[in-house]
């Protein structure tokens, strides 16, 4: 029996990997991806060498040294022109915009009847970076007449983060749940794709086996269900075969290209940073210190891996399982790939219900209700439970009877699913000529 | 144990729709069997039960005097009638896989495949890949996968669909060479001439029930009616000489051609009497044809199922 399961599974998995389209699809993805990746790189440099020119007309006794070249900014200074002939020459200079600031001797006079002359509306940025000029000069100008000196007012200006800490009294980071569920949603992820991409595998194979005619011939020799499970092992394990050629060679590849290139990956993630920090005006990043870092990495070091790691084998067992049994059912009762549409849809939509609404509740409150339900709940088990684990198990983290009850479900629904699709499965393979509806597959169960 | 497979009370329905109902059947070893009856008359139902597909819902089936099992599967070849191969694989490769499904070792299979490709004349195949090849070679492929495990009973459903007459013979010889060795053979099929001539046995299975079994020669000896051909080469006026015939015997048809002076009728006569008449014609004409009309086993469904139908 077992030898029959090997041979059904040797088959399956060299019909897979033999296939062409397979093989294309796995030399070519690492490149597409990497391509992918060098393309954003290389548009986010051009963006960012993209620098704005703004000519400045100060006629007034203020803002002599406030206007600083940054990355994305130079300022040129204009002098002894008129307001025309200033507008005239930026925009034969091609510059992105004319500051005026007016004659005056009162600073908030001066301001409110400065004026940015662009071609078209200007950028959100640059009128916030001009605008914060004009504040921090008011406030300053405002505090010193209530005697507070221009130090005490670098003073006020500190920018202030919370120290945050656990109850344990272990320092903490901001951000570190986005991370955390980001990494825990990756997984999730990954489990998905694979769903989705094998599932399909699966199905199509089992609907080639009826089409063909041969199934009938194969039946005789085994079980229907053996089949069915060496057909999902056969799969899967080149499915993993391809997963593990994929990431060595995207990883090779994109160090490769780093080396070459000279590609600061910082940079990208910069430029997509989930933190919550993103740029607010003019404002730099604010420079995480190197003990920050180092707090980073202590976080990312505390995620429980092994437990991480071996939820996300387990999940993935018996989710796939769960997934590419009802695909194989669903592959048995059709007789051609347009007609699995219907059936297809309503077990694509758990998975992405898992994918959003995880993401969603997960990084605002990962133990929350609906987080927690979702995380029990077997079909979206798989992906929101993994989304909440890095948090860790017991105090903190996803409390252990939760971890327990999820799993149970899981293997409850595992076994369920596995029988019910089997017996779909097995009618189904001898059944051709119409699309069956749902309650022909329900009555399906009782033969 | 001269029975192969014994079917007792076999019953099978699939939700409302009755397939088998209490089919019993005994099939005798070493014997051409043949499964006769219109399409969805429950043949493939009961075959596939056999091969352990599907189940039956009640009855018992024994192979070889013990109840069916599944390591009688090695010893059934199964023929299905929707049948076909992978077609992005290699014709040998595929042949091993299913050879080795059956329980045969590799060398084994190796070894048998390549007498089977020698035999049909098919050795250069091996590497070809089946969607290459065309209908009728797939065929023959399928058919020494069927029988490479040497097993005891062999199942052929519609087993000449899809060749040609050239290669369905080759076919049934090679089906008759197996017969020689000792295997049991059961043939299933709705075209009844096909199969008849080789058949011992017959079932006939009507409406998901047994109507008619045993031996084929028996069952045509209860259902002859003592009709006869006639030829006669004569010089008489044909259609006079009928007329004198017609008065002492029941002409069921009949027909004269003048020209070739040959006179064809046919008549039904009481049993063990066919001596007056032969005498009675020999005397006035020269017989060259005389023969007993055998009916079909498609003739013998019919009536059976009329018979039936009557009965109600």
């Known amino acids: 029996m077992i030898g029959k399961l090997g041979l059904i599974i040797k088959r399956e998995y060299l019909a897979k990997v033999r296939n062409k389209s397979f093989i294309i699809m796995t030399i070519l993805s690492p490149l597409l991806i990497v391509g992918m990746i060098v393309l954003i790189a290389y548009l986010i440099r ?64 001066v301001s409110k009847s400065a004026f940015l002359y662009t071609k078209d509306n200007p950028n ?5 970076r001009l605008e ?16 507070v000196s221009s130090t005490q007012f670098q003073d006020i200006e500190e920018p202030f983060e919370i120290n945050l800490a656990t109850f344990e009294g272990e320092k903490s980071v901001k951000g570190i749940n986005e991370i955390k569920a ?13 769903i989705i991409i094998y599932g399909g595998f699966v199905m199509r194979s089992v609907i080639e086996e ?60 910069a430029e997509t940073s989930i933190t919550p920090q993103t740029m607010g005006g003019m404002e730099q990043f604010p420079v995480s210190s190197n003990s920050e870092m180092m707090l980073y990495a202590k ?114 629904t595992f076994l369920g699913i596995v029988w019910l699709a089997a017996k779909i499965y097995r009618v189904g393979i001898l059944m051709y000529g119409k699309r069956p509806t749902y309650r022909e597959l329900f009555r399906w169960l009782k033969y | 144990m001269d ?43 009961f075959i596939r039960i056999i091969n352990q597909i599907t189940y039956q819902d009640s009855g018992e089936i024994l192979f070889n005097g013990s109840p069916l099992m599944p390591e009688h599967i090695s010893m059934i070849g199964y023929l299905p009638e929707e049948r076909g191969l992978y077609k992005s694989m290699k014709v040998g490769e595929q042949a091993l896989y299913l050879a080795q499904l059956k329980g045969l070792s590799k060398n084994d299979a190796k070894k048998r495949l390549k007498y ?94 047994k109507i008619l079994d045993g031996k084929l020669s028996d069952i045509k000896k209860a259902y002859k009616n003592n009709i006869f051909n006639v030829g006669l080469e004569t010089e008489l006026d044909g259609n006079a000489f009928m007329k004198t015939l017609e008065d002492k015997y029941h002409i069921l048809s009949s027909k004269f051609d003048a020209k070739e002076k040959q006179l064809d009728f046919t008549v039904q006569l009481p049993s063990n009497t066919t001596t007056n008449i032969l005498a009675e014609l020999s005397r006035q004409a020269n017989i060259n044809r005389f023969e007993e009309t055998i009916p079909s086993a498609n003739d013998i469904f019919i009536q059976t199922v009329n018979n039936k139908e009557n009965d109600r």
């Open chain 1, 210 to 269: 009826k089409t063909s005619r041969i199934i009938e011939v194969i039946i005789s020799s085994v079980k229907p269900f053996q089949l069915m499970l060496g057909k999902i092992i056969g799969t899967s394990l080149a499915g993993i075969t391809q997963f593990t050629i994929w990431i060595i060679s995207a990883s090779l590849l994109l160090f490769l290209v780093m080396l070459f290139l000279d590609i600061d990956l910082s940079a990208i993630a």
């Open chain 1, 124 to 128: 959100t940025n640059v009128t916030q």
């Open chain 1, 46 to 109: 051009i963006n960012d060498s993209e620098k704005r020119v703004i000519s400045v007309l100060n006629e007034s006794e203020f803002f002599d040294h406030q206007f600083k070249t940054s990355q994305s900014m130079s300022f040129v200074r204009f002098q002894n022109l008129s307001l025309q002939e200033a507008k005239d020459s930026t925009s034969s200079l091609g510059y992105y915009g004319l500051l005026y600031i007016p004659k005056g001797t009162n600073l908030e006079q």
């Open chain 2, 116 to 209: 089977w490709f020698d035999r049909l004349d098919i050795g250069d195949w091996w590497n070809k890949k089946i969607q290459e090849l065309s209908k009728g070679m797939a065929q023959k492929i399928q058919f020494i996968v069927t029988v490479l495990h040497e097993p005891k009973l062999l199942i052929f459903d519609e087993p000449f669909s899809g060749f040609d007459p050239i290669n369905a013979n080759i076919i049934k010889d090679e089906i008759l060479q197996l017969k020689e060795k000792g295997t049991s053979i059961i043939f299933s099929t709705h075209r009844m001439e096909s199969v008849e001539e080789l058949c011992e046995y017959i079932a006939l299975i009507h409406k998901s029930e």
């Open chain 2, 3 to 45: 029975n192969i497979l014994v079917a007792k009370n076999v019953s099978k329905s699939y939700g409302d729709y009755k397939a088998l109902s209490n089919i019993s059947l005994e099939i005798p070893k070493n014997c051409i069997y043949g499964l006769l009856g219109p399409n969805g008359a429950g043949k493939t139902t």
């Open chain 1, 299 to 412: 976080e990312i070091l505390n995620i429980p891996w092994i437990l991480l790691i071996s939820s996300f084998l387990i999940y993935f067992i018996l989710g796939y399982l769960i997934y590419s049994s009802i695909y194989a059912a669903i592959g048995a009762a059709v007789d051609n790939e347009t007609d699995t549409q219907q059936f297809i849809f309503p077990i694509i939509l758990p998975l992405m219900l898992a994918i959003y609404v995880g993401f969603f509740s997960v990084f605002s409150n990962p133990h929350g209700p609906i987080a927690v339900g979702f995380s029990l709940f077997p079909l979206t088990s798989p992906i929101v439970m993994l989304m909440r684990l890095p948090g860790g198990i017991g105090e903190g983290g996803v409390p252990l009877w939760q971890l327990i009850l999820s799993i149970v479900l899981l293997i409850g």
């Open chain 1, 182 to 194: 980001f990494i825990g949603g990756g997984f999730g992820y990954a489990i998905m794709m694979f």
């Open chain 1, 132 to 147: 914060s000029v004009f504040q921090t000069q008011l406030r300053q100008k405002k505090l010193s007449k209530l005697g």
